[in-house]
């Protein structure tokens, strides 16, 4: 969605969305399972193409992976009901042989092999790499990882009870402000972005929703409301808003 800041990304679709196969499941929790599952081939894939193995310099190795998970509409239900960072990747250190962890971890590493093979032949001075060899063993597989959370467009009760009936979620009137403080919203940098026109959530629910937010966060929650945009985003110059408010809250949280 942002181009030119130098970060590495990727799409995925939940099933049942075009182009994906499958069907929405409407309890969320595969979705969820899905996401948990790229989370974890996401982070190996940047650990193995940038953290060097054991015995080389390091000295010149990134310090740290800046991991931007988003989710819009349905997928900011499916975000907000993730495990912990740090829960997602303990699954992928304890895992046992033949497992589909173990299996995410090879298709990972796989990736990163030929990705900077690719990378090594093109002499492009704009490309660079931290160092050429190996991939790092397993047990210094993971760099220091931190984590931030995007939503657009998230959706409220009762329309996301409706989609997910069996998660819980910060979307939920019901928590306390202690629980809201306890959540991964909550806990990590987080930016909320809405229209004042959704269709599927008020403008103000979603206002009184992320005031709420902001407080329990203690400033690691943000959030915009544009003017005159719709859950979709089709109007005249609300998509640049929402760019330009992700491009500089990306810089501003580095």
């Known amino acids: 969605m942002v181009h030119g800041t130098g970060k590495a990304d990727r799409l995925i679709t939940n099933s049942g969305a075009h182009p994906s196969r499958g069907r929405t499941s409407w309890t969320s929790k595969p979705e969820r399972e899905d996401y948990a599952a790229f989370v974890g081939f996401f982070v190996n894939y940047l650990s193995a193409l940038t953290h060097p193995p054991r015995g080389q310099d390091q000295a010149h190795a990134p310090g740290s992976i800046d991991l931007v998970l988003g989710g ?4 900011s239900l499916i975000l907000s009901s993730l495990p912990a960072l740090p829960e997602i ?33 093109r002499e492009m001075s704009e490309v660079t ?10 047990e210094d597989r993971f760099p ?48 909320a972005v809405f229209g004042s026109d959704d269709i599927f959530t008020s403008a103000s629910k979603l206002r009184t929703w992320a005031s709420k937010m902001e407080a ?24 640049d808003e929402l760019r330009a408010k992700i491009a500089t809250w990306l810089v501003d949280e580095e």
């Open 72 to 75: 819009y509409s349905y997928g």
């Open 89 to 121: 990747l303990r699954r992928f250190d304890s895992s046992a042989e033949g497992s589909a962890a173990i299996k995410i971890i090879k298709t990972a590493s796989d990736l990163a092999t030929e990705t900077r093979k690719r990378l090594e032949k």
């Open 129 to 138: 790499l931290p160092f050429s060899g190996q991939t790092s063993q397993p």
């Open 144 to 191: 220091h990882v931190s984590v931030r959370y995007l939503l657009v467009s998230p959706l409220l009760p009762p329309v996301s009870r409706l989609l997910s009936l069996s998660l819980s979620s910060p979307f939920s009137s019901s928590h306390s402000m202690a629980a809201l403080e306890g959540s991964t919203l909550a806990s990590n940098p987080t930016l």
């Open 216 to 239: 329990a966060g203690k400033r690691r929650f943000e959030w915009l409301e544009v003017d005159g945009a719709s859950h979709f985003w089709r109007e005249r110059g609300v998509e």
